[in-house]
T-cell receptor
Framework: DAEITQSPRHKITETGRQVTLACHQTWNHNNMFWYRQDLGHGLRLIHYSYGVQDTNKGEVSDGYSVSRSNTEDLPLTLESAASSQTSVYFC????????????FGEGSRLTVL | KQEVTQIPAALSVPEGENLVLNCSFTDSAIYNLQWFRQDPGKGLTSLLLIQSSQREQTSGRLNASLDKSSGRSTLYIAASQPGDSATYLCAVSFGTDKLIFGTGTRLQVFP
């Protein structure tokens, strides 16, 4: 069965360190998204990609970057982790952009101390 | 500002009850609306997607309705079961690149 997997599922890091969260999907979807989920804010879009070599900033992109070198993967990098980036991060993919049915990974819980 | 609101934030009902979850949005010019389920520590699972031209969608015991003019959608769950306990989120597409999520309703169905 096609799926979308995230790793690591849990990570603790220190302020200032670089962190990369991996996202791998086997749906063969062109469209991939990164969201963060915080209490009281719902899910907010960080970055998204509509295909290889395409990346776009979302609502809360400051301090994050992504790269898309193939269809399956969209890693999310925190260049210099900050305590405000403690959150649960979700990767999602879709065959028809943000207006189509979204398939989510199980999330990566990041704690920045 | 385009916003999506879900009230109540939490709901507790006995098994077997029919229930309605609410989602309201501030801009009637929507592309579509999705309802998701999220179990604790898990990702989101899409339940129903309603296009702006549709009034409702049904899947098993779930029925979602859409009233663009009043800026509201409801998710109706028939004959609720303990296994329905989860957080339910709605998300509204206000355009091809803008999907806004509500903060969810946490549902508990007790035996």
């Amino acid at each position: 069965d096609a799926e979308i997997t995230q790793s690591p599922r849990h990570k603790i890091t220190e302020t200032g360190r670089q962190v990369t969260l991996a996202c791998h999907q086997t749906w063969n979807h062109n469209n991939m998204f990164w969201y963060r989920q915080d209490l009281g804010h719902g899910l907010r879009l960080i970055h998204y990609s509509y295909g290889v070599q395409d990346t776009n900033k979302g609502e809360v992109s400051d301090g994050y970057s992504v790269s898309r070198s193939n269809t399956e993967d969209l890693p999310l990098t925190l260049e210099s982790a900050a305590s405000s980036q403690t959150s649960v991060y979700f990767c999602a993919s879709s065959s028809t952009g943000s207006t189509g049915e979204l398939f989510f990974g199980e999330g990566s819980r990041l704690t920045v101390l | 500002k385009q916003e999506v609101t879900q009230i109540p934030a939490a709901l507790s009902v006995p098994e077997g009850e029919n229930l309605v979850l609410n989602c309201s949005f501030t801009d009637s010019a929507i592309y579509n609306l999705q309802w998701f389920r999220q179990d604790p520590g898990k990702g989101l699972t899409s339940l129903l997607l309603i296009q702006s031209s549709q009034r409702e969608q049904t899947s098993g015991r779930l029925n979602a309705s859409l009233d663009k003019s009043s800026g509201r959608s409801t998710l109706y769950i028939a004959a609720s079961q303990p296994g329905d306990s989860a957080t339910y989120l709605c998300a509204v597409s206000f355009g091809t690149d803008k999907l806004i999520f509500g903060t969810g309703t946490r549902l508990q169905v007790f035996p």
